[in-house]
């Protein structure tokens, strides 16, 4: 089972980037996969709006990609600064990265 790291949108309409997020994840385990979205994760205990959590949020996720085998962006609504950040870092570390215009 491979670890697959979901890259979408969060800030915004975040109750519609949630939906995104968690039909992303649904498709990855319909993959055979195991997903890990750190925007439906760290946002329960942190405050996405005060910039410095903010941030710790984005390290913590950027932390868990070194252990993922991939990365399934949803880029359908255009790529947001977290996301770039993402994807950088993603090819930073040589991770394969799936484009995804629609879930």
Not at 7 to 33: Q, T, W, Y
Not at 34 to 55: C, G, K, M, W
Not at 69 to 91: K, P, Q, Y
């Amino acid at each position: 089972m491979k670890r697959i790291f979901v890259c979408s949108p969060f800030a915004g309409d975040i109750a519609r980037n949630v939906r995104v997020a968690e039909a992303l994840c649904r498709r990855v385990m319909r993959s055979g996969h195991a997903p890990f979205a750190p925007h439906l994760l760290y946002p329960t205990f942190t405050d996405d709006s005060v910039p410095e959590q903010r941030e710790t949020g984005i390290a913590c996720g950027l932390a868990y990609m070194e252990c993922c085998d991939e990365v399934w962006a949803f880029t359908g609504n255009g790529i947001s600064s977290g996301m770039r950040r993402e994807l950088d870092r993603a090819d930073q570390l040589g991770k394969p990265i799936l484009e995804i215009a629609e879930v």
